[in-house]
DNA sequence: CCAAACTTTCAGTAATTTCTGAAAATTCAG
DNA sequence: CTGAATTTTCAGAAATTACTGAAAGTTTGG
């Protein structure tokens, strides 16, 4: 690779993971820099950000709180240097667990109160539609329940002792 | 729970089944819909739906062929009848294995082309940039492509057999 | 065929989300 | 303190996404 095909290749990169993070909720301009940290070596300061994704500073400013929020960086700064710098976490299974983490409180917990609260009425049994009502909600309910409690399990796992396990186990 | 009670309840779900979804790349409407129908005893006529969620003809219409397309609703037809009613899967397993799927062709699909591509790059090894391009590309190819495979089982899976299997592993 | 019943399309509009850039706030070396 | 370096904020602008409604298209009973 040259590094004419380098730089393509990384910008190529960082485009797509942009796109592909619209189709997850997440916002084009976030993927992007989470993706040009994580494949910078160093961490990087604010102003690089702006010049090599070509975004204003307010832009960059916000995204990159919001990320630090989440979880998928970190501030790094330097005795004798004032400007702040960002790290990506690298580590794929950290990274997983942080977003698995982050996801499960902001939307699957509040998923839960609406289908535990829903599903908790009592039906007037003369109605089928409120007895479907109840009865459907508490299957979803009882579903995300689940679901929950497995990723918060398999989340805080060792990778070495989940990811062969399942492998072994699906594939 | 009175008539009342049940109504407003109901609304309520539909409403906030709505916004969850967005914050899963779904659209509000959609969304909506989609919670309508599965709480809806009988299949539903477009007209219906248009009046109940207070949605225009052709928001409904797209909406409604969007949902066919992800395999979460099916149009239904009765004889003598020439109106086309719709009816949303109501088994929990069977849609999250429906969504599950179509996710993973429509988005995982397109992020796996990416991440091959970008990994079996040949890297200068005089380039620390280059051999961590092509290193990190590489790691998140292969979580992806694992959890692809075992998302892949799981969803092929009887939920009788995969369910309580995860449950008594992970709970 | 015809016409009524019904569905689909799509140009224009509205709502929402994201972004910019300049001003305000903060930090800190000297 | 002071002022230069840096970060944060936020009102308005731009971009994106979703929605409306009327017109065009399709289907089918008679």
Redesign the pocket.
């Given at each position: 690779m040259t590094s004419e095909d380098f730089k393509k290749a990384k910008a190529e990169f960082i485009a797509q993971w942009g796109t592909l993070g619209?189709s997850w909720g997440i916002?084009?301009?976030?993927a992007q820099i989470h993706a040009f940290l994580m494949l910078a070596v160093e961490p990087r300061?604010?102003?690089t950000i702006m010049d090599e994704l070509?975004?204003?500073?307010?832009?960059a400013?916000?995204?990159?709180?919001d990320l630090v929020g989440w979880g998928l960086i970190r501030r790094v700064t330097y005795p004798?240097?004032?400007?702040?710098y960002f790290e990506a976490e690298k580590d794929v299974w950290t990274m997983f667990c942080t977003i698995a983490r982050e996801r499960k409180r902001r939307e699957i917990e509040p998923a839960l109160q609406l289908l535990r609260n829903s599903s908790s009425r009592s039906a007037n049994n003369r109605d089928p539609e409120q007895k479907h009502f109840v009865s459907q909600t508490a299957a979803l309910s009882e579903f995300v329940e689940t679901a929950d409690l497995i990723l918060n399990k398999v989340s805080r796992s060792e990778k070495s002792k989940v990811l062969p396990f399942l492998v072994k186990r699906f594939s």
């Amino acid at each position: 690779m040259t590094s004419e095909d380098f730089k393509k290749a990384k910008a190529e990169f960082i485009a797509q993971w942009g796109t592909l993070g619209s189709s997850w909720g997440i916002n084009r301009t976030m993927a992007q820099i989470h993706a040009f940290l994580m494949l910078a070596v160093e961490p990087r300061d604010t102003n690089t950000i702006m010049d090599e994704l070509k975004i204003s500073r307010g832009n960059a400013n916000s995204n990159l709180r919001d990320l630090v929020g989440w979880g998928l960086i970190r501030r790094v700064t330097y005795p004798g240097d004032r400007k702040e710098y960002f790290e990506a976490e690298k580590d794929v299974w950290t990274m997983f667990c942080t977003i698995a983490r982050e996801r499960k409180r902001r939307e699957i917990e509040p998923a839960l109160q609406l289908l535990r609260n829903s599903s908790s009425r009592s039906a007037n049994n003369r109605d089928p539609e409120q007895k479907h009502f109840v009865s459907q909600t508490a299957a979803l309910s009882e579903f995300v329940e689940t679901a929950d409690l497995i990723l918060n399990k398999v989340s805080r796992s060792e990778k070495s002792k989940v990811l062969p396990f399942l492998v072994k186990r699906f594939s």
